[in-house]
Protein backbone atom coordinates (compact mmCIF):
# COMPACT_ATOMS: atom_id res chain seq x y z
CA UNK A 1 0.00 0.00 0.00
CA UNK A 2 1.63 3.54 -1.15
CA UNK A 3 2.10 5.94 1.42
CA UNK A 4 -1.01 8.10 2.70
CA UNK A 5 1.39 11.20 2.59
CA UNK A 6 4.91 11.74 0.90
CA UNK A 7 7.08 14.51 0.42
CA UNK A 8 9.16 15.04 -2.50
CA UNK A 9 12.39 17.22 -1.73
CA UNK A 10 10.32 19.89 0.03
CA UNK A 11 11.88 22.62 1.50
CA UNK A 12 10.42 25.67 2.89
CA UNK A 13 11.95 29.55 2.70
CA UNK A 14 11.31 32.45 4.97
CA UNK A 15 13.77 35.06 3.16
CA UNK A 16 17.00 33.60 3.35
CA UNK A 17 16.00 31.16 6.27
CA UNK A 18 15.25 27.72 5.47
CA UNK A 19 12.62 26.43 8.11
CA UNK A 20 12.69 23.04 5.77
CA UNK A 21 15.37 21.34 4.32
CA UNK A 22 14.72 18.90 1.27
CA UNK A 23 12.81 16.82 3.07
CA UNK A 24 11.79 13.49 1.45
CA UNK A 25 9.69 11.36 4.05
CA UNK A 26 6.41 9.45 3.27
CA UNK A 27 3.87 8.38 6.17
CA UNK A 28 1.65 4.82 5.77
CA UNK A 29 -1.93 4.57 7.07
CA UNK A 30 -2.83 3.80 10.26
CA UNK A 31 0.51 4.73 11.77
CA UNK A 32 1.37 7.27 14.44
CA UNK A 33 4.41 9.44 13.67
CA UNK A 34 5.77 11.42 16.72
CA UNK A 35 7.90 14.57 15.74
CA UNK A 36 10.42 15.44 17.93
CA UNK A 37 13.22 18.28 17.86
CA UNK A 38 14.11 21.82 19.40
CA UNK A 39 11.76 25.01 18.68
CA UNK A 40 12.69 26.00 15.20
CA UNK A 41 13.37 22.58 13.66
CA UNK A 42 10.29 22.92 11.53
CA UNK A 43 8.42 20.52 13.37
CA UNK A 44 5.00 22.90 12.91
CA UNK A 45 6.17 23.95 9.31
CA UNK A 46 6.22 20.43 8.45
CA UNK A 47 2.56 20.10 10.13
CA UNK A 48 1.06 23.34 8.45
CA UNK A 49 1.91 22.29 4.70
CA UNK A 50 0.73 18.84 4.70
CA UNK A 51 -2.61 20.53 6.36
CA UNK A 52 -2.51 22.62 4.00
CA UNK A 53 -2.25 25.89 5.75
CA UNK A 54 1.19 27.09 4.12
CA UNK A 55 2.69 26.00 0.66
CA UNK A 56 6.27 24.83 0.28
CA UNK A 57 8.88 26.94 -1.77
CA UNK A 58 10.30 23.81 -3.80
CA UNK A 59 9.30 20.02 -3.72
CA UNK A 60 6.09 18.31 -4.23
CA UNK A 61 3.64 17.09 -1.21
CA UNK A 62 1.25 13.93 -2.48
CA UNK A 63 -1.72 13.09 -0.20
CA UNK A 64 -4.52 9.79 -0.97
CA UNK A 65 -2.40 8.63 -3.36
CA UNK A 66 -1.47 12.14 -5.90
CA UNK A 67 -4.48 14.58 -4.23
CA UNK A 68 -3.16 18.18 -3.44
CA UNK A 69 -3.48 19.54 -0.62
CA UNK A 70 -6.56 21.71 -1.26
CA UNK A 71 -8.13 18.15 -2.66
CA UNK A 72 -7.22 16.51 1.02
CA UNK A 73 -7.93 19.20 2.70
CA UNK A 74 -11.60 17.62 3.84
CA UNK A 75 -10.24 14.25 5.54
CA UNK A 76 -7.41 16.30 6.89
CA UNK A 77 -7.82 16.99 10.80
CA UNK A 78 -5.68 19.84 12.22
CA UNK A 79 -5.44 20.46 15.78
CA UNK A 80 -2.47 23.55 16.02
CA UNK A 81 -0.61 24.60 19.31
CA UNK A 82 -3.48 27.79 20.02
CA UNK A 83 -6.88 26.00 21.40
CA UNK A 84 -9.10 27.68 18.66
CA UNK A 85 -11.74 27.88 20.78
CA UNK A 86 -14.71 30.34 21.85
CA UNK A 87 -14.04 31.25 25.77
CA UNK A 88 -17.58 31.91 26.09
CA UNK A 89 -18.75 29.52 25.00
CA UNK A 90 -20.09 25.58 26.25
CA UNK A 91 -17.99 22.81 24.45
CA UNK A 92 -21.05 21.32 23.06
CA UNK A 93 -21.78 24.79 21.85
CA UNK A 94 -18.38 25.23 20.49
CA UNK A 95 -18.45 22.05 18.97
CA UNK A 96 -22.30 23.37 17.36
CA UNK A 97 -20.82 25.90 15.61
CA UNK A 98 -18.00 24.55 14.21
CA UNK A 99 -20.10 21.56 13.24
CA UNK A 100 -22.43 23.88 10.92
CA UNK A 101 -19.00 24.46 8.92
CA UNK A 102 -19.55 21.10 7.50
CA UNK A 103 -23.34 21.01 6.95
CA UNK A 104 -22.69 19.24 3.74
CA UNK A 105 -20.22 16.24 4.98
CA UNK A 106 -21.18 12.94 7.22
CA UNK A 107 -20.23 14.56 10.70
CA UNK A 108 -20.39 13.31 14.42
CA UNK A 109 -22.64 14.78 16.52
CA UNK A 110 -21.34 17.37 18.91
CA UNK A 111 -22.32 15.45 21.72
CA UNK A 112 -20.30 11.98 20.02
CA UNK A 113 -17.35 13.98 19.52
CA UNK A 114 -16.87 15.09 23.44
CA UNK A 115 -17.86 11.91 24.34
CA UNK A 116 -15.04 10.21 21.99
CA UNK A 117 -12.48 12.57 23.95
CA UNK A 118 -14.24 11.30 27.47
CA UNK A 119 -15.91 14.97 28.05
CA UNK A 120 -19.33 14.87 29.08
CA UNK A 121 -21.24 17.02 26.32
CA UNK A 122 -24.03 18.24 29.00
CA UNK A 123 -21.54 20.30 30.98
CA UNK A 124 -22.69 24.06 31.33
CA UNK A 125 -19.08 25.14 32.26
CA UNK A 126 -17.41 27.35 29.78
CA UNK A 127 -14.46 26.33 27.78
CA UNK A 128 -12.65 29.72 28.90
CA UNK A 129 -13.16 27.87 32.80
CA UNK A 130 -12.27 24.69 31.44
CA UNK A 131 -8.57 23.05 32.69
CA UNK A 132 -5.66 22.70 30.23
CA UNK A 133 -6.14 19.08 29.70
CA UNK A 134 -10.12 19.82 28.79
CA UNK A 135 -9.13 22.72 26.52
CA UNK A 136 -7.35 20.03 24.85
CA UNK A 137 -9.53 17.47 24.69
CA UNK A 138 -12.21 19.93 23.33
CA UNK A 139 -9.82 21.02 20.37
CA UNK A 140 -9.22 17.34 19.64
CA UNK A 141 -12.90 17.00 19.88
CA UNK A 142 -13.46 19.77 17.18
CA UNK A 143 -10.96 18.27 14.91
CA UNK A 144 -12.74 14.86 15.25
CA UNK A 145 -16.02 16.54 14.14
CA UNK A 146 -15.83 16.08 10.42
CA UNK A 147 -13.98 12.29 10.36
CA UNK A 148 -10.65 12.89 9.32
CA UNK A 149 -8.39 9.94 8.12
CA UNK A 150 -5.43 11.86 8.80
CA UNK A 151 -4.85 13.96 12.25
CA UNK A 152 -1.83 16.57 12.02
CA UNK A 153 -1.51 17.27 16.27
CA UNK A 154 0.91 20.25 17.26
CA UNK A 155 1.79 19.85 20.44
CA UNK A 156 -1.29 18.22 21.96
CA UNK A 157 0.21 17.58 25.30
CA UNK A 158 1.38 21.11 26.05
CA UNK A 159 0.69 22.82 29.84
CA UNK A 160 -1.13 19.40 30.83
CA UNK A 161 -0.55 17.96 34.09
CA UNK A 162 0.43 14.12 34.10
CA UNK A 163 -3.33 13.00 34.03
CA UNK A 164 -4.54 14.78 31.40
CA UNK A 165 -1.53 14.24 29.13
CA UNK A 166 -1.96 10.47 29.86
CA UNK A 167 -5.48 10.35 29.18
CA UNK A 168 -4.87 12.89 25.59
CA UNK A 169 -2.20 9.66 24.90
CA UNK A 170 -4.95 7.01 25.33
CA UNK A 171 -7.13 8.84 23.03
CA UNK A 172 -3.96 9.40 20.30
CA UNK A 173 -3.74 5.42 20.66
CA UNK A 174 -7.03 4.25 20.55
CA UNK A 175 -7.36 6.45 17.13
CA UNK A 176 -4.45 5.26 15.55
CA UNK A 177 -5.98 1.65 16.81
CA UNK A 178 -8.76 2.82 14.51
CA UNK A 179 -7.02 3.12 11.57
CA UNK A 180 -6.10 6.70 11.40
CA UNK A 181 -2.91 7.98 10.42
CA UNK A 182 -1.15 10.78 13.32
CA UNK A 183 1.36 12.78 12.87
CA UNK A 184 1.99 14.98 16.22
CA UNK A 185 4.57 17.60 17.56
CA UNK A 186 5.92 17.28 21.35
CA UNK A 187 8.90 17.94 23.22
CA UNK A 188 8.08 15.30 25.80
CA UNK A 189 9.59 12.07 23.97
CA UNK A 190 9.48 9.88 27.22
CA UNK A 191 5.42 10.78 27.31
CA UNK A 192 4.68 9.94 23.57
CA UNK A 193 7.26 7.17 22.63
CA UNK A 194 4.75 4.40 23.96
CA UNK A 195 2.21 5.45 21.27
CA UNK A 196 4.70 6.07 18.88
CA UNK A 197 5.06 3.89 15.59
CA UNK A 198 8.21 5.96 14.33
CA UNK A 199 10.08 8.72 15.96
CA UNK A 200 10.89 11.46 13.49
CA UNK A 201 13.73 13.94 14.87
CA UNK A 202 14.17 16.56 12.64
CA UNK A 203 17.04 19.47 13.33
CA UNK A 204 17.66 23.24 11.46
CA UNK A 205 14.82 22.05 9.01
CA UNK A 206 16.25 18.26 8.04
CA UNK A 207 15.77 14.98 9.11
CA UNK A 208 18.03 13.80 11.89
CA UNK A 209 16.70 10.40 12.44
CA UNK A 210 13.60 8.15 11.84
CA UNK A 211 13.32 5.52 14.03
CA UNK A 212 10.91 2.54 13.99
CA UNK A 213 9.86 1.89 17.26
CA UNK A 214 9.14 -1.84 16.59
CA UNK A 215 12.56 -2.60 15.54
CA UNK A 216 14.40 -1.09 18.52
CA UNK A 217 11.74 -2.77 20.55
CA UNK A 218 12.48 -5.91 18.80
Same mark, same amino acid.
Given at each position: MPPLVELHDVSKLYGSFAALRKISLGFEQGRCYVLLGENGAGKSTLLRIVAGLIKPTHGRLALFGDLSPEEARSRIGYMSHAPMLYDEFSGVEN *? !????????ERPCLTPEDALRAVGLDPTLKRTVGHYSQGMRQRTSLARVLLPQPDLLL????????????ARQML????? *? !????KTVLLTTHQRELAEPVADYLLTLR???VASLIDTKVVAS
Open positions: *L !RYFADLYRLDEPFSNMDANSDLVAK *L !REEGAGS
